[in-house]
């Protein structure tokens, strides 16, 4: 009988055992699955966070007109962190510049062109040694309503190439904007006017576009 006894407590520790390393089991499991989520988020975050604008690609045409006149030609892709911009405009009637901005998504490629200054040929490019605002087509935080709540006024809303764009006034100066999904897609600032007049869908930025102009040199 105690023989009995014994034989079934030992199989009743050698159930909870089971049970207990089949807990731990699961447990070990549903932690491993918590922590690839919580990576895989964080990697999420850090892409996010490098993504100024709410769509991959395109290229975008933009007109000034006031003090400013003359065009400027947009490609992008990678969600902003590749742009490239030429810009034509006439400053003044003796301020003719052109210039084409390279930012590859790091200073490693990226170039800033001198084409024209003042009217004058100058065909030399230069190494950035941070990324240009200009690049970042924006003045209005990408629409970031916390970072523009202290300085600007929504306007509402307006269309632009039917792409519905958010509306801000500066509260301190003579400056609206237009933003859509975090480009500015028209602003004005003090005597300034820019307009997106043409946005076509593209893949990606051609790879031509990526390099140095022929014949140009590096400063």
Known sequence: MKFQHLFTF?????????????????????NNSDTKNKILKAFD????QDKLFEVASGKIVFQYSGSWTGTERVWFDNYG??????QDIYYSKKNHQKVLIIWAGSKEGSLTC?????????????????????????????????????GYEPLGHKKFLGKEAQGWKSKSGDITGWVWKGI???YYNQGVDKTMVSFEDIDEIPKELLTRPSGFIIE
């Open 10 to 30: 030992l199989l009743l520790v050698l159930a909870i055992s089971c049970n207990s390393q089949e807990k731990e089991k699961v447990t070990d499991a549903n």
């Open 45 to 48: 975050e850090i892409n996010n």
């Open 81 to 86: 962190k590749r742009v490239v911009i030429e």
């Open 114 to 150: 001198e084409y024209l200054r003042y009217g004058k040929e100058i065909n030399k490019c230069f190494q950035p040694f941070i990324r240009s605002k200009d690049s970042e087509l924006s003045l209005f935080s990408h629409g970031n309503v916390n970072q523009l709540q202290y």
């Open 184 to 186: 500015d897609v028209a």
